[in-house]
């Protein structure tokens, strides 16, 4: 690896932006090039790189100058004894990551408005199916004198409730992402901004407001 530094001042790169450059005064501070980089940078035609031409190019290892050209055309031994610190784990998450876009449906605005009416109607016909269970348990206790139904028929009950109410929540959640996606047409978001979105319709864990909460949960676990 190598520096750049005309003796008293040294090449830095911005930390606030990647690929930029500025005079530093402090060694420490100095750029690591690989001889290739350094070269191209010094070869900048660039007005604002201009100051740079006048650097020489030190080994990092030596501490001395290179005997390397900074303006040597060519591309012979550019990358002899020069290890690359590539990680090529890189190229499997590309192409992970690729796929994974390709895999996408990729909807338009048209099929996820037909899909939200569908989801709609579903979710009015599960509360309204919740309701028709709470209305058959009010008739049971009017018919029978207010005499609550016996456990297993109770029981039968709540696992139908469950499932129209698990229905209802995820037929929710679907329409909160259903929402979600056609936004992101709308206001042409970036795929980071999707799933931001997505990440924030989520649903969490719930609350409980009431001491009913509590009695419930004791009930259960028990």
């Not at 290739?36 to 030596?62: E, G």
Request: hydrophobic residues 30%; proline residues 1%; charged residues 30%.
């Amino acid at each position: 690896m190598f520096i750049l530094t005309d003796g008293k001042n040294y090449v830095m790169e911005n930390p606030m932006k990647s690929g930029e450059y500025m005079i530093t005064t402090s060694s420490s501070m100095a750029k690591n090039f690989t001889y290739k980089q350094a070269r191209s940078l010094v070869q900048n035609s660039r007005k604002k790189y201009s100051w740079i031409k006048k650097y020489n190019l030190i080994d990092v290892d030596t501490g001395q100058k290179s005997d390397k050209s900074l303006y040597y055309r060519g591309n012979a031994d550019v990358y002899i004894g020069d290890e690359s610190n590539f990680d090529y784990t890189l190229l499997d998450k590309i192409e992970s990551e690729a796929n994974s876009i390709l895999g996408l449906a990729g909807w338009d605005d048209n099929q996820l408005i037909t899909y939200k009416n569908l989801l709609n109607s579903e979710l009015s016909k599960c509360d309204s199916a919740e309701s028709d269970i709470n209305h058959a348990l009010e008739k049971y206790k009017k018919v029978h004198n207010g005499k609550k139904p016996q456990a297993h028929k109770v029981a039968k009950i709540g696992y139908l409730l469950d499932d129209i109410r698990d229905k209802h929540r995820k037929i929710k959640q679907c329409i909160r992402y259903v929402t979600v996606m056609s936004d992101a047409i709308d206001r042409s978001y970036t795929i980071e901004k999707i799933k931001l979105e997505l990440s924030k319709v989520s649903d969490g864990e719930y609350k409980g407001r009431t001491q009913y909460w509590k009695i419930a949960n004791d009930i259960l676990e028990d």
